[in-house]
């Protein structure tokens, strides 16, 4: 059985945090990372939980700030070995229909220029391009600046 629940703090930051440890893509946030972002009143961390015999696995997550009617994901992530079986599409619509209800008008998020699977799941969404930032990442790749209008 799966779910999907805010994460609070407290229990799976651990677990959180070595999702992004084995991600090649999300932002490498520590256990601590997820701590104090849960704690914002403008912040909400989607977690997506299998429970089989009682043993909680987290699958993924996505993490979101928002304020008034705008909305920015700061970090997205499934594990790898839960890749490409609709749970990343799942999570997604499910931030994006809690941000529709909050009164969110508009999402924004960055991604890299390299990351080509992460920008073909996100125009899926109908994201689009708006901006990029030159040489932003380390390795000397843009990052792309989408939108989507909800």
Not at 8 to 16: P, R
Not at 138 to 150: F, R
Request: proline share 1%.
């Amino acid at each position: 059985m799966r779910e999907i629940s805010v994460f609070s703090g407290g229990n799976f930051a651990d677990d959180l945090a070595a999702i992004c440890k084995q991600s090649k893509t999300a932002a490498a946030w520590s256990a601590k990372d997820f701590q104090t972002e849960a704690a914002q009143e403008t912040s909400k961390i989607f977690i997506m939980i299998e429970n089989q015999n009682d043993v909680k696995t987290i699958l993924g997550f996505c993490a979101v700030r928002f304020a008034c009617d705008t909305a920015e994901i700061t970090n997205f992530a499934i594990l790898p070995e839960a890749q490409r079986k609709h749970f990343g599409t799942e999570i997604f619509t499910h931030t994006l229909n809690f941000l529709k209800e909050k009164g969110v008008k508009e999402v924004t998020l960055e991604v890299s220029s390299a990351n080509i699977p992460a920008q073909a799941f996100y125009k899926k969404f109908k994201f689009a391009c708006v901006s990029i930032r030159k040489k932003f990442y380390n390795m000397g790749e843009d990052a792309q600046i989408l939108k989507l209008n909800l």
